[in-house]
């Protein structure tokens, strides 16, 4: 049986708190203390790299995919067990969900924000029934997480889309949520209806 594969979106970007480096070493090295694999964005920048690191480091096999126009950007990284080299954006996050059994989001940035929203529209459309969350730290998704229960209050999320998105601070209980049956296909369903 493969290994549980779990796609994580954060940021190129080390960001302004050590906290979100700490955040970024603990969950590579929980995922390889799993026997997990990680799928990720293939760079070796800000937490990216810092979390793939940290899963090597560990014994995890990671997974890297990113677009060739970003491969000097973000200096891809040169160490992963695996690094794909994909011509666009979409490419990119197709082969990172194909890949992967969930998906969570750390503290990052625009892209981190796209990639989170757009996995989660694709498991509202019935894309993919695979579960995502939010791993979050020194309240960095407090005020999405507002924002959220404020659309559903307007009226333009259902309290079955919010619920979802699984969110923890504790990185242990988000895996075990993550991981649990929750009538998940393997990663070849992806994008069959």
Request: contains cysteine; negative net charge; aromatic residues 8%.
């Amino acid at each position: 049986m493969a290994a549980f594969s779990l796609c994580v979106y954060c940021g190129s970007r080390a960001g302004a708190r050590p906290a979100y480096a700490e955040l970024a070493k603990r969950l590579g090295t929980a995922i390889g203390a799993r026997g997990w694999q990680l799928v990720y964005g293939g760079g070796r920048a800000g937490l990216m790299g810092i979390l793939a690191d940290a899963a090597l480091r560990a014994g995890a096999h990671v997974v890297g995919v990113i677009p060739e126009s970003l491969l000097r950007l973000e200096v891809g990284h040169a160490g992963l067990s695996e690094q794909h080299v994909v011509q666009t954006m979409h490419q990119r996050k197709t082969l990172m969900a194909e890949r992967a059994d969930a998906f969570v989001a750390m503290p990052g940035g625009i892209g981190t924000f796209e990639e989170l929203f757009e996995v989660w529209t694709w498991r509202h459309l019935g894309y993919h029934n695979r579960p995502l969350g939010l791993l979050d730290v020194e309240g960095y998704w407090s005020p999405l997480l507002a924002f959220l229960r404020l659309s559903e209050v307007e009226g333009f999320i259902s309290p079955n889309q919010r619920a979802m998105l699984l969110v923890d601070q504790d990185i242990e209980a988000l895996m075990d949520a993550l991981s649990a049956p929750c009538g998940a296909g393997p990663a070849s369903d992806f994008g069959r209806t």
